[in-house]
């Protein structure tokens, strides 16, 4: 009677492994959401320099741009290159070529179709008023903050499944062991999972993978800032200056186009404005942590760093610097020119700087890591016809002639050999 007992159990257990896999594999197996999170990452890195969700740019503002095209197959092609659709013959493609003064679009063919989805996806969130909602913390966000990402339900449901198989594993030793008493048979007494050499043999080479994989990560990134926002000792609202008043970013950061660091703007630049700006009228300053700030007051700090007396209209004693708080570092040992990449290599600061426009409080976009520069080097296309900076270059300008390639990315002309950047 136990060893049937014995038997049903064990068929009962295979079909519970059975079910276990048919619970995972369509969850392994089911194409991911376009996820909006990532794919704005992908749209201020790639696309935000010449477009905008809801204003024209450089490009047509972007919401609905799915509606528009008459084949979602084809407005991926046009992201990987446009050229190949313009030279199709299709007639929305080539009226909006013509609309932007035949402005070519940058190719993308690293984009997968994935990412492109998912900016997509980010669009349709983007185009869309959604109202804030409070996270922890004080701070807020929108529905394409949180994403679809999967791997927290993913990671519970396999801890279930492995405990429920090592239960029926343990339960199906004992039986045997009870079959065995019962018919005479001598077996030895099952092993606790706890003093198992197997089971304690693998939980050692899982904790050692997955300690392995925390180490490794931590250590790839260590003293990169992905997100800094450092408390500066003026609240500045790039927004409000640079987005809602439409100050150029040259005007105050003269060096970026003339030498390799952007520059801090001196105090007399914010003074140009604020001898006459003495009151903040715009719209309500909130930091990142939810506390509301006076721009009134902030103009103040300013006034007594420089020694400004708003009333009489004077300086009416020594100033003295303001201590600003450096937020994107690169190490010592690496090469970055700002007028390299603005003028000859056409770059917006949105490229490295995200949405700029859109930050109270600036934080670092981007991790800044070598992988992150050499991806953008490979995928991004310099401005080659009509850039007296790449005049050298005969052979990629004969090719172009020849239509051997119909762009030339940094990667070309040399952007990722190592001396770029490091010497």
Known sequence: ?????????????????????SIVIPFSSVKAAADPAKGKAIFQQNCASCHSVTKKLTGPALAGVEDRWPDKKLLHQWVHNSASVLASGDKYANDLFIQFNKTAMTAFPALKDEEIDDILAYIKVAAVPTASTPTPGGETGTAEDKGNDNSLLFGIITLVLAVVALIL?????????????????????????????????????????????FTINGAVGLGRQKDYMPAQPIFYSHKVHAGINQINCLYCHAGAEKSKHAMIPSENICMNCHKAIKEYSGPELVTAEGKKVNGTEEIAKLYDYVGWDPEAGKYTKPGRPIEWTKIH??????????????????????????????????????????GWCINCHRTTKVQFADNNYYSIFEKLHQDIKDKKIDSVTVEMVGGTECQKCHY
């Not at 062991?177 to 198992?196: I, M, R, S």
């Open 1 to 21: 009677m136990y060893r049937r007992v014995s038997i049903l159990l064990r068929k009962h257990f295979v079909s519970v492994l059975i079910l276990c896999a």
């Open 169 to 213: 594993m343990q339960i199906n030793s004992n039986l045997n062991k009870l079959a065995g008493d019962k018919e005479g048979v001598a077996t030895a007494d099952p092993v606790p999972f706890y003093k198992n050499k197997a089971y304690i043999a693998i939980g050692i080479l899982l904790l050692f993978m997955v300690g392995g994989y």
């Open 329 to 370: 570092n690169l190490p010592d040992h690496v090469y970055f020119n700002h007028s390299q990449h603005v003028v000859a290599g056409k770059q917006q600061c949105q490229t490295c700087h995200g949405a700029i426009t859109e930050m109270d409080e600036v934080h670092q976009f981007a991790d800044l890591s070598m």
